[in-house]
């Protein structure tokens, strides 16, 4: 059974950073692409940014250059620092697993206040 646990969401204002984590509990974290996703109030759940198994990363066009994601193999965890963050950055924020199935944390909210 596959848990994925986020922390590090909360309340800041525009301009700010927070650094979320997500906590893996698989056998061989290091053979999965992992990835964020968000949620805004009356929107499409869309990614945010992904790292592949060897360390390629992906961003979605509206947080590069601002939000960084990493992973740390020997602690089953993947990192999204988030800077300069805009009130439009308001979501939910879910990690993601992907393997022969995906798997889903239970989410953690941003709120961005301008």
């Known amino acids: 059974q596959v848990q994925l646990v986020e922390s590090g969401g909360g309340l800041v204002q525009a301009g700010g950073s927070l650094r979320l984590s997500c906590a893996a509990s698989?056998?061989?974290?290091?053979?999965?692409?992992m990835g964020w996703y968000r949620q805004a109030p009356g929107q499409q759940r869309e990614l945010v940014a992904r790292?592949?198994?060897?360390?390629?990363?992906n961003y979605a066009d509206s947080v590069k250059g601002r939000f960084t994601i990493s992973r740390d193999n020997a602690k089953n965890t993947v990192y999204l620092q988030m800077n300069n963050l805009k009130p439009e950055d308001t979501a939910v924020y879910y990690c993601n697993l992907s393997g022969a199935r995906s798997y889903w944390g239970q989410g953690t909210q941003v709120t961005v206040s301008s």
């Open positions: 698989v056998s061989i974290f290091s053979i999965y692409a």
């Open positions: 790292i592949g198994n060897g360390g390629i990363t």
